[in-house]
Nanobody
Framework: QVQLVESGGGLVQAGGSLRLSCAAS????????AAWFRQAPGKEREFVAE????????RYADSVKGRFTISRDNAKNTVYLQMNSLNPEDTAVYYC???????????WGQGTQVTVSS
């Protein structure tokens, strides 16, 4: 059983920053990548960023490229999403996902709310 607990969400003014955390516990063997997704009210869940554990860089949605940075602390088994220059369009519930390359293993967190005021 794998548990993912997101934290760090909140209310921030436009132009501000937040850092989201996703702490994993349990049997995460077999997972080799982590990602952040988000879902705004009335919209579908969308990809934000992904990091493959063997790589040194992340992959980003065009809408957040240059503003968001995904990283991982192996020792803490935690994935982070540093979000800078936030704007109201970034308002959403942010979800953490751990998965295997094959997609056979997929785990989701419960989500954390990010609200950006103008």
């Amino acid at each position: 059983q794998v548990q993912l607990v997101e934290s760090g969400g909140g209310l921030v003014q436009a132009g501000g920053s937040l850092r989201l955390s996703c702490a994993a516990s349990g049997r995460t063997v077999g997972t080799n990548r982590a990602a952040w997704f988000r879902q705004a009210p009335g919209k579908e869940r969308e990809f934000v960023a992904e990091i493959v554990y063997s790589a040194s860089f992340g992959r980003y949605a065009d809408s957040v490229k240059g503003r968001f940075t995904i990283s991982r602390d192996n020792a803490k088994n935690t994935v982070y999403l540093q979000m800078n220059s936030l704007n109201p369009e970034d308002t959403a519930v942010y979800y953490c996902k751990l998965s295997s390359a094959s997609g056979r293993l997929v785990y989701w967190g419960q989500g954390t709310q990010v609200t950006v005021s103008s």
